[in-house]
């Protein structure tokens, strides 16, 4: 991959495309994560004002100090940007607080994992609209359109998608070659929903190069029995996930009605 001319290309994109839509610049949610610092790091680059939320919810220690360390080294070589930190924390609780009692609190994890990032993707957006602002999003090619790990109308919102055509691996080369803080580059990937030190991997059972992987055989019209052993066993699980978040990477279905009924 041509790095410095894909860094290149995104940051004219994004400069294009907000200027196209006569918005100041962008909003962008910093968690300590590598997809959220390249992103940022592009987004800065366009010379537009990029504002930086750190959003809390009962977050773990370690994805709080990188986010902050990060947006200090934004600010410090970039005059464009601005940073806004929201705790959510006793927001959420009070959400939680008004929710029906459950008998089995663990029934309910995933739920309140996903209202964690639908309540980020409210205060983007609110930010957004107060401050005439694009939400960029974060995501990545293997997260969007591979396993669809992400969190519908929550990270998954946004206005438009600076990574979204690059694999997890390319996107720490961008970070790399961007000069992205070395903790953010070494901490393992995580979705930072759940209050603890679960990565990525630990949910999904395979790592982001395994995943790439199956995603190129999935292209090439592949299926488990072409395998064996882990990678049969890494397919599989690209395949289980790819099936059940389809509804997230494909149109809002929309119940046509005849045109004799009308």
């Not at 220690?61 to 902050?68: P, Y």
């Not at 998954?156 to 970070?175: C, F, M, W």
């Not at 000069?179 to 393992?188: E, K, L, S």
């Not at 990565?199 to 292209?219: F, H, N, V």
């Amino acid at each position: 991959m041509q790095t410095e001319k894909v860094i290149d290309h995104i940051v004219n994109w994004l400069r294009e495309y907000a200027t196209n839509a006569k918005c100041k610049g962008f909003v962008i949610g910093v968690s300590g994560g590598i997809d959220s610092a390249v992103t940022s790091t592009l987004c800065a680059k366009t010379g537009l004002d990029l504002l930086c939320l750190e959003m809390p919810i009962h977050q773990g220690e370690n994805q709080v100090t990188r986010a902050d360390r990060h947006i200090d080294w934004l600010m410090e070589n970039f005059s464009n940007v601005s940073r806004q930190p929201v705790n959510l924390t006793p927001v959420f609780d009070s959400l939680v607080a008004a929710f029906p009692k459950v008998e089995n609190e663990e029934e309910r994890f995933m739920s309140l994992a996903n209202t964690r990032a639908r309540l980020r993707m409210t205060t983007l957006y609110y930010f957004a609209a107060l401050e005439g602002y694009l939400v960029a999003g974060t995501g990545n090619k293997v997260e969007d359109f591979g396993v669809g790990f992400y969190t519908k109308y929550g990270d998954g919102g946004v206005d438009l998608s600076p990574i979204a055509d690059l694999l997890k691996t390319e996107v720490y080369e961008l970070g790399r070659v961007l000069g992205v803080n070395q903790d953010i580059m070494d901490a393992a990937p995580t979705d930072g929903l759940w209050g603890d030190s679960r990565t990525d991997e630990d949910q999904i059972g395979a790592s982001y190069p395994e995943l790439e992987w199956a995603m190129k055989m999935d292209d090439q019209g592949k299926i488990a029995a072409d395998f064996s052993g882990r990678e049969k066993e890494v397919f599989s699980i690209y395949e289980r996930f790819n099936t059940a978040n389809k509804h997230k990477m494909i149109p809002i279905p929309i119940c046509e009605i005849p045109e004799q009924l009308k």
